[in-house]
């Protein structure tokens, strides 16, 4: 039998750390991330328990490349969902997009995404890993569309402020509701409470604040965006 080529080598691999990553978001949905251990993670994805070691330094690195992975995916589903947006209000609609589907996920994942915001607040921070890197371009071509003056600043901004939302829906003892957060963050980006996918019919707390407007009424928050 020839040996395998590098390219099927390298596809072997991929998948194998694939489904250390999806197991990953199973387990630590279904149980929590103290309660899981990597030789669950391993019985799971069908591996070996060695090849977490190879991929990943520790089960805190896993986790958070599996989140940003699902975080990744989850974006890049609610940018590609038909019919895409078009007109003058397709930059407010992607942006729209994009701060639902995040927010779905403290709502959908509490368990997960507890964890994975915990994570984030240890040491290590953010781990410089493909997903991670994905996930900002991603991000950064949401706040272009958008028509941001400086994408590699604003998406940073937008990023931060999603993980303030989620920290704000998931907080034990005093949760934010996700329509308020969700009205708050379309105000501070001039967006039309109808876009994305609202969860109720009317913006929580009724008209926005001050010098900002929803698309087509208006003029754009000052100061967020280039003229289009």
Not at 166 to 175: H, I, S, T
Not at 179 to 191: H, I, K, P, V
Request: charged content about 25%; glycine content about 10%; some cysteine.
């Amino acid at each position: 039998m020839s040996p395998r080529s590098a390219s099927v080598n390298e596809e072997m691999r991929r998948r194998s750390r694939q489904r250390l990553l999806e197991a990953t978001i199973e387990l630590v949905s279904e149980r929590g991330f103290e309660a899981t251990t990597l030789g669950d993670i391993a019985d799971r994805a069908g591996s070996a328990r060695g090849l977490i070691s190879y991929y990943f330094p520790g089960k805190r690195q896993l986790l958070q490349s599996a989140v940003h992975r699902l975080m990744h995916l989850t974006l890049e589903a609610a940018l590609e969902r038909e019919p895409l947006p078009t007109g003058p209000e397709a930059g407010d609609a992607y942006m729209a997009r994009a701060i639902d589907a995040i927010m779905g996920l403290a709502r959908d994942r509490p368990v997960l995404m507890r964890a994975h915001m915990a994570g984030l607040l240890q040491q290590e921070g953010f781990i410089q890993c493909v997903e991670q890197q994905r996930l900002a371009a991603l991000l950064r071509e949401t706040v272009a569309r958008y028509g941001s003056a400086d994408p590699d600043a604003d998406y940073r901004l937008l990023r931060a402020l999603l993980m303030g939302v989620v920290v704000a829906q998931l907080l034990p003892g005093a949760p934010m509701p996700q329509s308020r957060l969700r009205a708050e963050l379309f105000d501070r980006y001039g967006l039309a409470w109808r876009l994305g996918v609202p969860p109720g019919d009317e913006p929580p707390g009724g008209t926005p604040r001050a010098g900002v407007t929803a698309p087509g009424t208006g003029s754009p928050v000052a100061g967020q965006r280039r003229e289009k």
